[in-house]
Each structure stands twice: as structure tokens, then as C-alpha cells.
């Protein structure tokens, strides 16, 4: 079972945040990277990155129909990322194929493989890290998601 770690233990920090809004900028950042190396836990194994997997999760999501490299684009987490490479990557594994759009042959239609949905069913099977290790009930991570979600406006 985990302990409450507060977070100025977690980051070593002596001095007091300016304010709670403060510390709540910096627990945000820091619960983003702490869930992240979860999240990339749950992928040993795959040869797939978190970028990759999201991009899979799109893909799944708008199966059977294809995806374009701008509805990845707009639906992609991480909008840092080169959606155009990352699809060439799961292409040479195998887990999703391109093709020219028959309507616009300047887009791009991509799909996923039954391989890559093979791959993110035996993903679903490992539980989330959340979830496996229950800190939070079913209730305290449905108001999360409200307060998540209003802090983003």
C-alpha cells in the first residue's frame, strides 16, 4: 500500500511554495512525469513509444475508418510530436498502414493493422497503474477528472 508523499517531500523542498496555486503548478508537472514513467512501465515490452501508443489509441478509435495526419494531429496529446514520423514508425512495425486518400491524393490515409490492434488489447489487459494500485476510489478519480477538467477552462 502508498503512503500520501506531500509533494515538497517528494521534490525535497524546504522553503514553502509562494502559494497553493503555485504548488499546484508544480504538483501538475511533476504528477505528469510520474504518471508518464508509469504509463512507459505498462509499455516494456512493446517496442512501442507513449507517442506511438497514442497514436495506436487514435487510429483504434477511429477504426474501421482511416485517420489523416491532421486528425491525428488535432487529437494527439502531445501536439509537439511529428505525427507524420511516428505513423512512418508504426508502419515499419507493422501496426498501422498508409495510403494515398482516393478522393485528395495529397492526404494521407492511415489505418490500423490487426497487428497493432492485437498489440493494444494485450495492452488493456496489463491494468493501469491507477487502477492496480487504487490510492484513489472510483469517486475521488471521477471528481479529479471535474477538477482537471475545469482547470483547463
Not at 35 to 40: D, F, K, N, P
Not at 43 to 63: A, C, K
Amino acid at each position: 500500500m502508498f503512503t500520501n508523499m506531500r509533494l515538497e517531500d517528494e521534490i525535497k523542498q524546504t522553503k514553502p511554495f509562494q502559494d497553493e496555486f503555485q504548488k499546484l503548478e508544480v504538483n501538475l508537472i511533476y504528477t505528469f512525469h510520474w504518471l508518464q514513467a508509469r504509463v512507459a512501465e505498462r509499455l516494456e515490452g512493446t517496442d512501442i513509444t507513449l507517442q506511438q501508443y497514442n497514436i495506436l489509441r487514435i487510429l483504434r478509435g477511429q477504426y474501421p475508418n482511416p485517420a489523416t495526419i491532421m486528425l491525428l494531429k488535432e487529437r494527439m496529446l502531445d501536439r509537439e510530436c511529428d505525427a507524420s514520423r511516428l505513423v512512418d514508425r508504426l508502419v515499419q512495425k507493422a501496426l498501422a498502414s498508409r495510403t494515398l486518400c482516393p478522393d485528395d491524393r495529397r492526404k494521407v490515409d492511415v489505418l490500423i493493422t490487426q497487428k497493432g490492434l492485437d498489440l493494444l488489447k494485450m495492452i488493456d489487459k496489463r491494468e493501469s497503474f491507477l487502477k492496480q494500485h487504487a490510492t484513489l476510489s472510483e469517486a475521488e478519480a471521477k471528481t479529479l477528472n471535474a477538477l482537471l477538467d475545469k482547470l483547463r477552462g
